[in-house]
């Protein structure tokens, strides 16, 4: 388990990459206002190009065992505990990089169409802009605390992104609850990250620098570790929506589309695979809390996808996916296939980012419409948008060699052969890859296929979008193919991507066992249930009939209803959770502080007052009377005055 | 003048005095040169503030720019001022606010001579409490900024301002009485000790007195700042206060005077009494976390904003009051820190509602929403303050909080883990409010003629709102600068015990204490 | 010569009677008038006493006595005249501003 020694050099360059992004959303929200709409759209779009055309240099230079680092300054510093704000890219940040600045780029491109119209399109680039500076302190920090203002800050955005159109309260709304729902999750990030900084520091190794701590960490109790990673863990299950804190991200689909493309599918909700990836060295020592991510991430997978199976918003089948597909990443994280995990991050970006974008083509064209039973028979109305998305739909069932094929057996046969995976690991994500082709067909039979249900004056403006959005399009949609090729299996032309990654996750690879004739077996087997699903999607919806309504009503409509409403699993952490604690703050608010407490204050101030009254009553205001007093006051200081003689 | 040179932070003390005194001089029609000549010398004892910093040598620990005149010499009674680590930059929170909040009281009309006067001694008293390093002397102005802000809150204040401004003081009164009991029977010991009757806090400290006297001195003092904090559960008399304040002594409130209670805790009540402090610090950590959370749920259910900021200060201070008590570097020094971060994001949170009320003439939440779109700037800067306030990473209220958390970490992790609630609870109230008054539709007529900030508003703003961003993404400045003073007070607290370890006793962790 | 014992018996009488004016008379001027005969009861003892020590201490301090209960009764009536004007009643049960 002793990483690889990297050779690390100093490249100022790379503080730039965040930077450009930060500075281009600076001046427009400045000056954004009098720049007009276009220009800050372009400002925008050319600072995250430069950011990418950085990024692709970055790679370009990097030697994969290599490692760029740049120290900013040193931001905190309090006895021992010192953090500096410094980057660095090895090769999994620069996987990252590409991803980030690339697909963002494409999404930025393709929201100067998208949002042409709308009057925030300033504001909606300043919060792009802020975004990506986020998300690249995310992956470039080289301590956790650098990830974790990066980690905060897309969160932010996220929530800003999320509530953008803010006049409709439920965006809003869903903004607040993806904010919140992800500090919960942060709760525990910052627990664990506190665990570890003083756990290490007890040794008087104060860091929470990536590389320093995988030198350390054999310093480490396993029962520590155990609890520190399954405390990060919560902090990645709240970026990457698993079970239980999956809730905000389908109510985050209220964004605009291509921040449901950008940040809820390609990058910011990824981040929490990107973290447990970059902490590989600590996850690999806890084999509980491993076996946990897997479990989790299975029953994620699994759940999400058959939530999707009767969603009827086009982006909130899309958000399950997302939930389900990223489900997929955590079960090869919990088998410890890290490489895997990144590549399926990888080859999702793309096809998922590619769906988003075709779903908010689709929206566009029909004037924000998102329920796929008022689509259908697109196909002839949007020829460029029909053909990405199919392709994307087929490379997220893992049709074969597109790129949901490769990353998806590649973890499938992860799960199945390597030391820590199960069948049962692989069954149940075997099943999702079946029901992923389901309710992937079904929503492209849905929306493109079929007679038209929208109503007649969406009809008349059913158009083509524009060359900005449709570029990105087909550049994603060769993504999807293209991108699987780099992590082809043996029995094929092997794996540059393994290659790649090798020097970061070296050790944290164990021999498999199994053939690569299981692997072929295994893979038919996969593309069979990918057929099945294909093949049902095709007859209950591909054609017209009234097996959709047949299938609803099964079972006396109860399991249909059941995955409508998400296993009402909204409903069940309201009267669980927020009710209680809504109702037990309320009664403190109203109840508790003013009545016991400013009661309590209030009472010793009666209590004064009550005696006063008693006593004011002495008080006569007659001279005569105080003259009285005084006089057998004196008599009685006489008197005892004498007797003391 | 040989004979009577003001030092330079005596020089800061007289500058607001001899404000008021000029402003009593001016005669009472001319409103427009009462806050030209208020505004005028709180900006001048910033910019001497500035001229101190800059002779602060941040590498020492002890006090600078000591002056030392007898004052009442047949009781040991000094005037003795002097600044370190701790105090300098509560020193220049308090300098820097000030023309902030003359400017905000703009709207102020009513006796607007008499509101200025208070103002400047106020910010005398402020300054003094901050510097004095006489007990005695420390007590006065403790006592003299209680009345200008009495009147402020009693005078300008809101419907209910008699029952908030008596609450106020009387509670913060019957606190600080039991305070001067304490310091009068601190001298009087000392005098018995050692033949010398002093009031010198440098003299103080190095007091061995047996442990049951420590314990009850430091009950007097720990009651008297806790009042004054507010630790839970004496709160109750700061949302009163805050809500009938008129703006701008909500802002003083909450970003200074509330800052004298930890002050006071950091400066006298801990490193005099360091055996009663640690053995106090389980219970005070107890308070201090349950005044975060408590402070939170309390928080979210208020209906009115400044009610709920109020409330929200209660939580901050709370983890602060945590910094403090844990007594390892990071602690202290985050709370010192997240001092200065609730008194520049609660002050511009006032700033803020203060604005608002004064177009609309109401600060219920109800009230509003969809402000977004009428007020775009004022917004956005709501939003900055906002997320300060729940503590994000790169603006300033973060550091203090992961500073404190991690001190306290060390120390006590369950505890801790309880504080850490509160970054999601703030997160909650503070994002359920904000929605409600700036998102959602505009459908109130009345805030559809609402005019965006004016420009005096904006040059309020500016300098809270670069600040907040500069102490985010830059604290080591500030750091660097309180270590030292707070390395010799923790060494003092440890030292005297003569037992380096004692935050093992205290919290009953295995924890070795860190960082030095 | 008559023994101090007389003196003393008799100035007692008459400050008791003065203490007594004061506290019961329900006129400002009887009990100014009292509040003389106070007065002259201590300036009697002080005499007694300056006689029977031979001291001349306590006749300065009756002449001084004498000087402060002259201001005094010039004070006092010129309040009580002033009460009077206002209230036009000098009973002193009438008067319990004090009480506020």
């Known amino acids: ?645 | 003048m040989a004979a009577f040179a003001l030092g330079n932070l005596s020089l800061l003390l007289a500058i607001p005095v001899i404000g008021a005194m000029l402003l009593v001089l001016i005669p009472r029609q001319k409103s427009k040169a009462h806050f030209t000549c208020a505004l005028l010398f709180t900006s001048l004892a910033f910019l001497w503030s500035l001229t101190i910093l800059n002779q602060f040598d941040g590498a020492k620990g002890e006090m600078q720019l000591v002056e030392r005149v007898p004052w009442m010499r047949f009781y040991g009674i000094e005037y003795l001022v002097g600044i370190d680590g701790i105090s300098l930059f509560l020193v220049l929170l308090t300098t820097f606010l000030m023309p902030i909040a003359i400017l905000a009281s703009w709207s102020v009309k009513d006796k607007s001579k008499e509101y200025l006067f208070f103002m400047l001694i106020l910010e005398t008293g402020m300054l003094g409490a901050f510097v004095a390093l006489d007990l005695f002397l420390f007590y006065v102005f403790w006592e003299v900024m209680l009345i200008p802000m009495y009147f402020l809150i009693g005078v300008w204040g809101g419907p209910r301002r008699i029952y908030a401004a008596v609450k106020f003081v009387l509670y913060t009164m019957a606190g600080s009485l039991l305070m001067l009991v304490a310091i009068i029977y601190l001298a009087t010991r000392h005098a018995q000790l050692t033949q010398v009757l002093t009031f010198d806090l440098l003299q103080l400290y190095d007091l061995h007195l047996p442990f049951h006297e420590q314990a009850w001195l430091f009950l007097a003092f720990a009651l008297s700042f806790a009042i004054k904090v507010p630790v839970f559960p004496f709160h109750t008399w700061l949302p009163d206060a805050h809500v009938e304040a008129p703006t701008a002594g909500s802002v003083i409130l909450a970003a200074i005077l509330l800052k004298l209670g930890t002050y006071g805790f950091v400066r006298f009540a801990i490193p005099l009494f360091p055996a009663a402090a640690l053995a106090a610090a389980p219970v005070m950590i107890a308070l201090a976390v349950v005044g975060i959370i408590y402070g939170a749920l309390v928080a979210m259910m208020q209906a009115d904003i400044k009610k709920l900021v109020a409330y929200s200060s209660v939580s901050h201070l709370g983890l602060v009051m945590l910094g403090l008590f844990v007594f390892n570097l990071q602690g202290v020094q985050g709370g010192i820190y997240q001092m200065l971060n609730h008194g520049l994001s609660t002050g511009a949170l006032f700033l803020l509602v203060g604005m608002i009320y004064d177009r609309r003439h109401t600060r219920m939440i109800e009230d509003f929403g969809g402000l977004w779109k009428q007020l775009p700037v004022f917004s956005a800067v709501l939003l900055l303050v906002t997320f300060s306030s729940i503590g994000l990473p790169g603006l300033n209220g973060f550091v203090g909080e992961f500073l404190i958390l991690l001190g306290a970490f060390a120390v006590t992790p369950g505890w801790t883990a309880a504080a850490a609630t509160g970054m999601i609870l703030s997160a909650i109230y503070m994002l359920w409010m904000f929605r409600r008054v700036i998102f959602g539709p505009l459908t109130n007529p009345e805030n559809q003629k609402l005019k965006d900030l004016d420009r005096r508003e904006i040059l309020i703003l500016a300098p809270v709102v670069a600040l907040i961003i500069f102490m985010g993404v830059y604290p080591q400045p500030f750091l660097s600068r309180v270590k030292p003073s707070v390395d010799l007070t923790l060494k003092r607290v440890f030292a005297i015990q003569g037992m380096p370890t004692a935050v093992n006793n205290t919290a009953g962790g295995e924890a070795k204490n860190d960082g030095r | 010569m008559v023994p101090l014992d007389y003196y003393l018996i008799l100035s007692a009488v008459i400050f008791a009677i003065g203490v007594i004016g004061v506290l019961v008379r329900r006129n400002l001027i009887v009990v100014l008038m009292s509040i003389e005969l106070m007065l002259n009861a201590v300036n009697l003892t002080f005499i007694a006493f300056s006689r029977y020590l031979a001291s001349m201490q306590g006749q300065v301090v009756v002449i001084f006595v004498m000087a402060v209960a002259a201001a005094e009764a010039v004070i006092g009536l010129a309040i009580v005249i002033s009460v009077f004007r206002h209230r036009r009643t000098l009973d002193p049960q009438e008067m319990q501003l004090l009480k506020w």
């Open chain 1, 1 to 645: 388990m002793v990483a690889t020694t990297q050779a690390v050099a100093t490249v100022d360059l790379l503080r730039w990459m965040p930077l450009i992004p930060l500075l281009a959303s600076l001046i427009n929200m400045f000056f954004g206002a009098r720049l007009g709409r276009k220009t800050a759209g372009g400002l925008a779009c050319v600072a995250v190009l430069a950011s990418f055309a950085i990024a692709l240099y970055i790679f370009w230079l990097l030697p994969a065992t290599g490692m760029f680092r740049d120290t900013v300054y040193t931001w905190i510093e309090s006895g021992s505990f010192q953090v500096k704000l410094s980057f660095q890219v090895d090769a999994l940040t620069a996987v990252m990089l590409l991803v980030v600045t690339g697909i963002g780029f494409l999404i930025h491109i393709y929201s100067l169409g998208y949002m042409d119209h709308d009057e925030g399109i300033v504001r909606f680039f300043v919060y792009l802009n802020l975004f990506i500076f986020f998300m690249l302190l995310l992956v470039m920090g080289d301590n956790l605390l650098v990830l974790f203002i990066g980690w905060e800050g897309v969160g932010l955005c996220s929530y800003l992104l999320i509530g953008f159109w803010y006049h409709d309260h439920a965006n809003t709304i869903a903004g607040n609850k993806a904010f919140i729902v992800n500090r919960i999750g942060d709760f525990g990030f910052v627990l664990g990250l506190l665990l570890l900084v003083t756990e290490l520091g007890r040794q008087g190794i104060w860091t929470l620098d990536f590389m320093e701590l995988q030198q350390h960490v054999n310093l480490l109790s396993p029962e520590r570790i155990t609890l520190i990673t399954l405390l990060l863990f919560v902090g990645a299950a709240g970026k990457s929506a698993q079970i239980p804190l999956f809730v905000w991200l389908p109510d985050a689909m209220a964004g605009p589309t291509p921040v449901s493309a950008l940040i809820h599918a390609a990058t910011m909700v990824t981040a929490g695979a990107y973290m447990t990836a970059r902490l590989h060295f600590l996850f690999v020592l806890a084999p509980e809390t491993l076996s946990l991510i897997a479990t989790i991430g299975a029953a994620t997978a699994f759940f999400a996808a058959t939530v999707a199976l009767t969603q009827t918003d086009i982006k909130r089948v899309l958000a399950y996916s997302t939930v389900s597909q990223l489900g997929y990443m955590f079960v090869a994280i919990g088998i410890g296939a890290f490489s895997a995990a990144i590549f399926h991050l990888f080859t999702h970006a793309f096809f998922k980012a590619c769906l988003f974008l075709g779903s908010g083509s689709v929206i566009h064209a029909l004037d924000g419409e998102q329920d796929m039973r008022k689509m259908g028979g697109l196909k002839a109305y949007l020829p460029t948008t029909y053909w990405t998305y199919v392709i994307a739909t087929l490379a997220i069932a893992g049709a074969p060699f597109t790129a949901g094929f490769f990353s998806k057996d590649f973890i499938l046969w992860q799960a199945y052969s390597s030391p820590r995976g199960s069948t049962e690991l692989w069954f149940v994500g075997w099943l999702t890859a079946g029901l992923t082709a389901f309710y992937m067909f079904r929503q492209l039979f849905l929306v493109f296929h079929g007679e038209c249900r929208a109503d007649e004056h969406v009809k008349a403006h059913i158009h083509e979008s524009p060359v900005v959005m449709t570029v990105p399009l087909v550049v994603l949609a060769a993504g999807s193919i293209f991108a699987g090729w780099l992590g082809a299996p043996e029995y094929l032309w092997g794996s540059l991507w393994d290659h790649w990654l090798q020097p970061i996750f070296g050790g944290a690879h164990e021999a498999a066992h199994g053939s690569p004739t299981d692997e072929i077996n295994l893979t038919l087997l996969t593309l069979a249930i990918g057929g099945l699903g294909f093949l049902l999607a095709y007859f209950v919806y591909g054609r017209a009939s009234k097996l959709p309504d047949r299938l609803a009503s099964l079972a006396g409509g109860g399991p249909y209803r059941l995955l409508l409403h998400k296993y009402y699993i909204d409903e069940i952490y309201d009267v669980l959770i927020v009710r209680p604690f809504t109702y037990c703050s309320r009664w403190l608010a109203q109840v508790f502080d003013p009545g016991v407490i400013d009661g309590l204050v209030n009472a010793v101030a009666r209590g004064a007052r009550g005696f006063s009254l008693i006593w004011r009553e002495v008080q006569t205001g007659n001279v005569q009377h105080y003259l009285a007093g005084f006089l057998a006051a004196t008599l009685a200081l006489l008197a005892y005055f004498l007797k003391q003689q």
